[in-house]
């Protein structure tokens, strides 16, 4: 069974500190790992992805995230927030044999002016 | 360009009433995906399908049905609506695990059962 754990509801941060959210995972095989980031109103948006290759992945918008496969972690990061970084971020992660993801709880970001 | 259409977005419903709700691609993708949002839980699949004509069961399929007649299509529907089933409803599609790993997500249906 997969299943991915997302340990803060709420991460608050002022803009141009850095963001960090935090993502493990659980499956019994090798990982596919996957953030989406959902903004008010709208459905999720694709963010980056690992599947093979660097532990530092890069994607859209500045964000970055590290697999770490002894922690089995994934957290996402990005240098500098925004404010315009706020919204609900999503970890999913699928094993290698099946089709379907499996998304954690969210996580609320808030980035202050 | 429209991606992936969901209708419709909003919906009020009582108790015991049946409704469908629709989603279309244009992206000839081959595997499209029903998932509810509720608060604290994430996205939870409900049901998927990997081509035409197929379907499956994902993580909470009871109480819902689905039909893809249509590779662009995919249908999820309520026979008879209960409180429990009042959520955001997302669809997503994608060309597949090995092809593509990105979803790409409609906008959501939000439904309220009295």
């Known amino acids: 069974a997969q299943s991915v754990a997302q340990p803060e509801d709420q991460v608050n941060v002022a803009e141009g500190n850095p963001l960090t959210v935090k993502c493990t995972y659980s499956v019994s095989g090798n990982p596919y790992l996957f953030w989406y980031v959902q903004y008010p109103n709208r459905g999720l948006q694709f963010l980056l992805k690992y599947i093979t290759g660097d532990n530092l992945v890069k994607g859209s918008y500045g964000f970055e995230a590290e697999f770490n496969k002894s922690q089995t972690s994934f957290h996402l990061k990005k240098p500098s927030a925004l404010v315009s970084d706020s919204a609900l971020y999503f970890c999913a992660v699928r094993d290698w044999d099946d089709y379907k993801l499996s998304f954690g709880a969210g996580t609320t970001v808030t980035v202050r002016a | 360009n429209a991606g992936v259409t969901q209708t419709p977005k909003f919906r009020v419903l009582k108790t015991g009433q049946s409704m469908t709700l629709l989603c279309a691609q244009d992206?000839?993708?081959?595997?499209m995906y029903w998932y509810r949002q509720d608060p604290g839980m994430g996205l939870r699949l409900i049901h998927y399908s990997v081509g035409e004509g197929t379907t499956a069961k994902g993580e909470v399929p009871d109480g819902y049905n689905v039909s893809r007649l249509k590779k662009q299509n995919f249908l999820l529907g309520l026979e008879s609506a209960a409180p429990s089933q009042t959520s955001v409803y997302f669809c997503a599609s994608s060309y597949g695990p090995v092809l593509n790993e990105k979803l790409f997500f409609g906008s959501g249906t939000q439904l309220s059962v009295l």
């Open positions: 992206m000839n993708h081959e595997y």
